[in-house]
């Protein structure tokens, strides 16, 4: 595949000399359209329109969201759309992405799998379609190093988890059940205390002492570590092959039905970026980067930028087993009603697009639409 429009040793240089910031990589704000630093990078060079004249793209500032990061700067995702323009928008939480999907303020979400499920349960299956993977793992407990020093050890200890019924507190309760421990799903109290605290404030509340570690995906568990944490356990080592859906591509019902022919062109489009991502690590790592910092105002440090990267897999797959198996530990929590998520998945997109590619198509886990 060709090397993306950007000049990748401008892009290179420019992110080596991005200001050494310890920040969070924050949203321009829920909903927020993201800045068109580029205009190239939303519309591509030639071709006709396809059936939309635009397709809104909803995604976080975020690493985990590498795919729409890169895809949407390096213009991989506009090459496949003619003369159909991209419009992107950020969001700062999966709530109001999946609010923004509802509204048609979007039409397709990079999105993380807890907020998909609500998103599909609430609307009785009406709602959205998930139509591909794009990240797996990127969580860490990262904990003070002179308080915990074994997970026995985390019984009566602050832990921060991101947000109530978020992908992290999900699994963070799922864990502290399977070691005997009780917490009371709603408050956070009990055998360990879960504080919610929004990743944006949890490495200034660990520094000072007020939290004990986090249960928090990366960058922010990069950052816990640059202020003196430990990582005491990678969430991927819970899951088969250290494998586990962290961001996923979701759809409207919508628009995949009044417009196909675009959303295969923006699967095309990320299969295309996932590609290049894994080939070229260090050159996507540093267009992600620019990317955040075109989109937050501040760039990630390389203390907290290189750890971050090599621990998200960046994939076409969405990982549907474990989708279904993180459903199932929201139930157990006591945090949602036991869904039914048949139909959840239609990958007959994206297959056909990865069996053009020579690549084996990915599985749905029976949880596929008709």
């Known amino acids: 595949m060709r090397a993306p429009r950007t000049t990748l040793r401008r892009g290179l240089a420019a992110a080596a000399a991005l200001p050494l ?17 580029d205009a190239k990078s939303n519309v591509s060079a030639g071709g006709k329109k396809l059936s939309a004249d635009t397709v809104k793209i909803g995604y976080f500032p975020n690493l985990t969201h590498a795919t729409a990061l890169v895809g949407i700067q390096e213009g991989l995702i506009a090459k496949e759309l003619g003369g159909t323009t991209v419009k992107p928008s950020t969001f700062n939480a999966g709530p109001s992405e999946i609010e923004a999907l509802n509204a048609g303020s979007i039409d397709i979400g990079f999105i993380g799998p807890s907020p998909s499920i609500n998103g599909y349960a609430k609307s009785k299956g009406q709602s959205l379609r998930i139509i591909g993977g794009s990240a797996s793992g990127g969580v860490k407990l990262v904990v003070d190093p002179e308080k915990i020093k074994t997970l026995d050890d985390l019984k009566g200890k602050k832990i921060a988890t991101p947000q109530l019924g978020n992908t992290q507190d999900v699994a963070f309760l799922n864990w502290i059940s399977e070691k005997g421990w009780k917490v009371d799903a709603q408050s956070g109290k009990g055998d360990v205390s879960v504080v919610r605290s929004d990743n944006k404030v949890t490495p200034d509340a660990f520094k000072s002492g007020s939290l004990d570690g986090a249960w928090v995906p990366e960058p922010t568990a990069s950052k816990l570590v640059a202020e003196g944490g430990k990582v005491l356990l990678d969430e991927s080592t819970l899951w088969p092959d250290d494998k586990f859906v962290i961001t996923n591509i979701i759809v409207s019902q919508k628009f995949l039905s009044e417009h196909p022919d675009v959303v295969d062109a923006v699967l095309r489009g990320t299969v295309n970026t996932n590609k290049w991502i894994n080939a070229n690590p260090d050159e996507a790592k540093a267009s992600a980067n620019s990317a955040l910092e075109k989109l937050s105002g501040k760039a990630l440090p390389a203390d907290v930028l290189d750890p971050a990267w090599k621990s998200i897999q960046i994939t076409d797959d969405p990982l549907a087993a474990t989708l279904q198996a993180q459903a199932d530990h929201a139930v157990k929590a006591g945090l949602l009603e036991k869904p039914d998520l048949e139909g ?7 297959n056909k697009i990865l069996e053009a590619e020579g690549q084996p198509a990915v599985a749905d886990a029976g949880l596929g639409a008709e």
């Open 344 to 350: 959840i998945y239609d990958l007959k997109p994206l």
């Open 21 to 37: 910031l310890a920040v969070a990589a924050t949203a321009c704000g829920y909903g927020s359209e993201a800045k068109d630093d």
